[in-house]
């Protein structure tokens, strides 16, 4: 009955899967993926090629995650999480301190319709390096 309701949209539910167009968006994200707990259910089902930071299952994931991610998510200071698991892309609901952060830092929005966000962090380019240690222009 649950995979029915996840599959099917069945109107007294009320209730539908994630937008096709948003489902596209993740899976064109470059890895690794950044979400939160309450939403990892949602990627395992509706993207199950990608592999998700976090879900609702405590199992598989040592308790220091657990606990950064959720400093990350009740404060918004992101930076040293994505630094250290190289986070290049967001899906996140509209409401989490984290997206609020992103779209202030100005990462690109890929998808950005009713509750959702997918956001790509911004590429910045180097100078380019004419021989070791000896930036274009030096």
Do not use: M
């Not at 009955?1 to 096709?20: D, E």
């Not at 959720?70 to 630094?83: C, H, K, M, P, V």
């Not at 929005?109 to 100078?127: F, I, T």
């Amino acid at each position: 009955a649950v995979a029915l309701a996840w599959t099917a949209q069945i109107p007294r539910l009320g209730w539908h899967p994630l937008p096709a167009d948003l489902v596209a968006a993740i899976r064109d994200c470059p890895d690794p993926l950044y979400n939160r707990w309450d939403e990892g259910g949602f990627l395992v089902w509706f993207t199950p090629d990608r592999k998700v930071f976090i879900d609702g299952r405590q199992d598989p994931y040592p308790p220091e995650l657990v606990a950064d991610h959720i400093r990350a998510e009740t404060s918004g200071d992101y930076q040293s999480l994505f630094q250290r698991y190289h986070i290049r892309c967001a899906f996140l609901p509209k409401t989490s301190p984290v997206a609020r952060r992103l779209q202030e830092d100005r990462w690109n929005p890929r998808y950005n319709h009713g509750e959702w966000l997918v956001l790509l962090k911004p590429w910045r380019r180097h100078p380019p390096v004419l021989f070791a240690g000896q930036p274009a222009g030096a």
